[in-house]
């Protein structure tokens, strides 16, 4: 009769599988994400930095890997420890595409963490023009004041963002 119990693993082994599975998100490994997650790997895990598998995955760029682990109850609405969301993180990196993909399941287009910044914010300070416009067809509130009271129209300013705070003040007036 065989055993089976499963297998134990060391602290060490445990760190090396924990940091392959952070680097298969990170890569948008879909398929391996997909079959970890089906074999009970939480879909909320997270690294030293935070860093849940679908931050790591948006933030990469890798729609298939997020569209899996959506689909297995990731919660898109986790911060890491610096206080951003992966909807954040997208519109940091300009991936509109992301960030569609995001609103589609269901994220709100409003959401943020503690620090209070929305995507439009993000966009702002980074002068992302098209995603600006994106959030803002979604219903984008680009009233809404971080928790140092900034607005989007206030961050596109502090970076010097001209065209973008060019469209946003067009909004206020």
Request: charged content about 20%.
């Amino acid at each position: 009769m065989s055993d089976h119990s499963p297998a134990t693993m060391t602290a060490e082994e445990t760190a090396a599988f924990a940091e392959e599975v952070f680097d298969r998100a990170r890569r948008g490994d879909a398929q391996m994400l997909g079959r970890l997650l089906a074999s009970g790997l939480p879909a909320d895990l997270r690294n030293h930095k935070g860093d849940t598998l679908l931050m790591l995955a948006s933030y990469h760029g890798h729609r298939e890997a997020v569209q899996v682990l959506l689909a297995h109850g990731a919660d898109p609405l986790i911060a890491n420890d610096n206080g951003q969301l992966p909807i954040a993180g997208a519109a940091f990196k300009g991936d509109l595409a992301m960030i569609r993909l995001l609103l589609e399941q269901g994220v709100p287009v409003d959401a943020a963490a503690t620090d209070g910044r929305t995507a439009l914010m993000l966009a702002a300070m980074f002068n992302r023009l098209e995603i600006i416009d994106y959030l803002l067809a979604q219903g984008a509130d680009p009233n809404l004041c971080d928790a140092g009271g900034a607005s989007a129209l206030m961050a596109a300013r502090t970076m010097g963002a001209a065209e973008a705070a060019a469209r946003l003040e067009a909004l206020a007036g």
